[in-house]
Structure formats: structure tokens, C-alpha cells
Nanobody, 125 residues
């Protein structure tokens, strides 16, 4: 089973940028689809982006499309989420997740069987 650890969250002003990292251990990320989800207080977990590290193929959710870029460094066994033009509504906990169907890039949290602990992103006015 892969273990995932997120980092890079923090407090940023609206319009600013953050880069989140998801470091994997135990298994290589090329065995999985890796995705980022987010969850705001009182709301359901929401798909942000996914990547198939083998092919670098990506997919994006509607809420942050055009403002985020997901990437993978297979040598470092790490996935990144570059977030730009952040809005107050982007505030929440951001989770990295792994799906053993490495070509699916599913948007459903139930298809992901490994999760990190999450990193808090707070966007202020």
C-alpha cells in the first residue's frame, strides 16, 4: 500500500498562488492514478485534478480548471498541484489520493483507496 504525505498549504491572499506537494512512499506512483481533492467545512469532498504518471495524462474538475496544474515527478515519487489566482472559496483541506486503476483518472473519491492526511489552504481577502 502506498503512503501519501501532503505539504505546501498555508495562508495566502486572494489572487495569490500556492504549490502543494504529495510525497509517496511504499509504492511507486506509476502504479496508480494520483489525484487531488479538496473539502471545505460543511461540504463534500470535491475532485480537483488527477494525473496518470505513466503517461502524464491529466484531467481537471470544473471548480478550479484553468487555475490549477497537476504534475508528477516520477523520480521523486511526488505529485504537485500548482494553484494560481486563488479565491476565498478555494479555502479548505486539500487531500492527495491514489487509485490503483492507473489509467482511470476517476473523479469519485470512492475509487481511491489511499489518502494523505490533508493540508490546509486558507485564502484571505
Amino acid at each position: 500500500q502506498v503512503q501519501l504525505v501532503e505539504s505546501g498549504g498555508g495562508l495566502v491572499q486572494a489572487g495569490g498562488s500556492l504549490r502543494l506537494s504529495c510525497a509517496a512512499s511504499g509504492r511507486t506512483i506509476t502504479s496508480y492514478t494520483l489525484a487531488w481533492f479538496r473539502q471545505a467545512p460543511g461540504k463534500e469532498r470535491e475532485f480537483v485534478a488527477a494525473i496518470t504518471p505513466n503517461t502524464r495524462t491529466t484531467s481537471y474538475g470544473d471548480s478550479m480548471k484553468g487555475r490549477v496544474t497537476i504534475s508528477a515527478d516520477n523520480l521523486k515519487n511526488t505529485v504537485y498541484l500548482q494553484m494560481d489566482s486563488l479565491k476565498i472559496d478555494d479555502t479548505g483541506v486539500y487531500f492527495c489520493a491514489a487509485n490503483p486503476n492507473r489509467y482511470g483518472r476517476s473523479r469519485s473519491p470512492t475509487d481511491y483507496n489511499a489518502w494523505g492526511q490533508g493540508t490546509q489552504v486558507t485564502v484571505s481577502s
